[in-house]
């Protein structure tokens, strides 16, 4: 008799205002039980008959009955050791100043600080989820993302299409810093800057005016197949180790070109190769 195949759970957590809903509804799309904001009390029970449910998303922060950082992590253990099961604890994060702007955006209160700031609450909670922020095994930072490029980083973890990697490229300034919860960083300052070219100063890395300029610097060949050849390198390892999602990252000074001409390239070197690939351009976005 063949093994019984694990049930995938998501349990859906983070601060208020990170995107922890439009997840849970996008992993309702895809087929998983979608369950949000159960009190903790009932959270045994559910465990206990998860091994012969379907897939299963569990939302899960601050504003359950009485959470504590403890008892979600009780929460985790058990799902863990559930036979049958397999978990994973998505953490979806966001910058302070951008939970900020979103709860200033919508005039809520925040439900850690009702009769406060929402500046207060967004620290209280953040000093709150810390501990489950270290034991999630995927992290999301949804600052830079609208709610269709969420729903798009969600399904690209979660659809049922087998157990293919999912790979996310995007590019970024320097001048804002590092993006946070990426795999790897590639810095593209040291190729030829379109930016000094007046005709091509207005475009970006999509047009081919600039990946031409970037191309021709005598480096950029080496580089790119340095860098395509440790990314597949990496591939089979990263699915050995039951990784779901690689993320790559590739800065410059402006995040307009060069890092633009790398994402744009390398996506279009791995779809070839038949492998899932989303990209974004961080510093393109308005």
């Known amino acids: 008799m063949s093994e019984a195949k694990a049930k995938p759970i998501v ?29 903790m009390r009932l959270l045994p ?3 206990s008959a998860a091994g012969v449910a379907g897939p ?19 929460v985790i253990d058990l799902l863990e050791a559930q036979e049958g099961c397999e978990l994973s604890v998505l953490y979806l994060d966001a910058r302070p100043e951008i939970l900020l702007q979103r709860y200033s955006e919508t ?30 095994n995927l992290l999301m930072d949804t600052s830079d993302m609208n709610v269709h490029q969420l729903k798009a980083e969600i399904e690209l973890l979660f ?10 490229l995007q590019s970024f300034s320097y001048k804002r810093g590092v993006p946070r919860s990426v795999d790897l960083v590639f810095d593209c300052r040291f190729l030829a800057n379109p930016y000094w070219q007046a005709e091509l100063r207005q475009l970006n890395g999509r047009d081919a005016q600039v990946q031409a300029h970037v191309r021709a610097d005598p480096r950029y060949e080496g580089f790119f197949a340095r860098v395509l050849d440790l990314t597949c390198f ?5 699915r050995a180790e039951g990784k779901s999602h690689l993320s790559i ?7 307009q070109h060069r890092s633009v001409t790398l994402a744009e390239t390398l996506a279009k070197a791995l779809a070839e190769q038949g492998q899932q690939v989303s990209i974004r351009h961080r510093e393109l976005q308005s």
């Open 249 to 255: 990252a590739f800065g410059c000074t402006g995040g």
């Open 56 to 74: 299963m998303a569990l939302g899960l922060d601050s504003r359950n009955r009485d959470f504590s950082p403890a008892a979600l992590l009780d």
């Open 159 to 168: 659809a049922p299409e087998g157990r293919k990697l999912a790979l996310s």
């Open 45 to 47: 029970g559910l465990v």
């Open 11 to 39: 349990l859906v957590t983070g601060p208020s205002g990170a995107g922890r809903t439009t997840a849970i509804n996008v992993l309702e799309d895809l087929g998983f039980e979608a369950i949000d904001n159960l009190p």
């Open 107 to 136: 005039r809520r209160r925040h439900p850690m600080a009702p009769a406060e700031t929402p500046a207060v609450g967004v620290q209280r909670e953040l000093s709150l989820m810390a501990p489950i922020r270290e034991r999630a």
């Open 234 to 238: 990496l591939l089979p390892a990263y």
